[in-house]
């Protein structure tokens, strides 16, 4: 069983930065992607950004530009930046660890105007 283990959301004004990480419980060598979704109330959870074993990223295009996600390891991490009211969500961590999809626990990221 892979493990994600989230941390770093909060309250931040807009404007605002914080840095999401989410370590896996594997080795590095078996993870084909590692992500971050988003899920604000009633609303369905949606993918933010997406590093791939090769290194390659995706956003969606809300977030271009502000947030940047990377990898060390095992680790993956959020950078937001220049945060907007409209990000306030749970933000989950994802992993794609031979072909089974794991989710982490969930981070509040509240962003207040």
């Known amino acids: 069983q892979v493990q994600l283990v989230e941390s770093g959301g909060g309250l931040v004004q807009a404007g605002g930065s914080l840095r999401l990480s989410c370590a896996a419980s594997v080795s590095i060598f078996s993870i084909n992607a590692m992500g971050w979704y988003q899920q604000a109330p009633g609303k369905q959870r949606e993918l933010v950004a997406r590093?791939?074993?090769?290194?390659s990223t995706t956003y969606t295009d809300s977030v271009k530009g502000r947030f940047t996600i990377s990898r060390d390891n095992a680790t993956v991490y959020l950078q937001m930046n220049s945060l907007k009211p409209e990000d306030t969500a749970v933000y989950y961590c994802?992993?794609?660890?031979?072909?089974?999809?794991?989710w982490g626990q969930g981070t509040q990221v509240t962003v207040s105007s």
């Open positions: 590093i791939f074993s090769g290194g």
């Open positions: 994802n992993a794609l660890v031979r072909s089974r999809v794991y």
